[in-house]
């Protein structure tokens, strides 16, 4: 079983978080059965929200029929910068 994403996690974690936030304030739930009730059902809809987030991503564009495959790019790299005429070194006399 592949490992879960940080994307999956994030938003798994928010889901429950907010999602028993939200049922908790509209409910009214008080007792420890109905927040029981409410947890188990954040939990679960953090659960299917994790397991979609995957199938989210933008998906590419079919291919257009009766076109080539694109080229490869080729990166160029300038060429080697010949070496300079140097110039003989100059010393003081010393004095």
Do not use: D, N
């Not at 991503?57 to 010949?82: D, L, M």
């Amino acid at each position: 079983m592949p490992r879960p994403t940080v994307a999956q996690l994030a938003c798994g974690s928010c889901t429950v978080v907010f999602s028993t936030f939200v049922m908790l304030l509209l409910s009214g739930a008080s007792s420890a059965p109905a927040v029981a009730v409410v947890a188990v059902s954040a939990l679960a809809l953090g659960l299917v929200v994790a397991m979609k987030v995957p199938h989210l991503a933008p998906r590419r564009p079919a291919a257009v029929h009766g076109t080539a495959a694109p080229e490869p790019v080729r990166a160029t790299v300038p060429s080697p910068v010949r070496e300079k005429v140097r110039e003989p070194v100059r010393e003081r006399a010393a004095s």
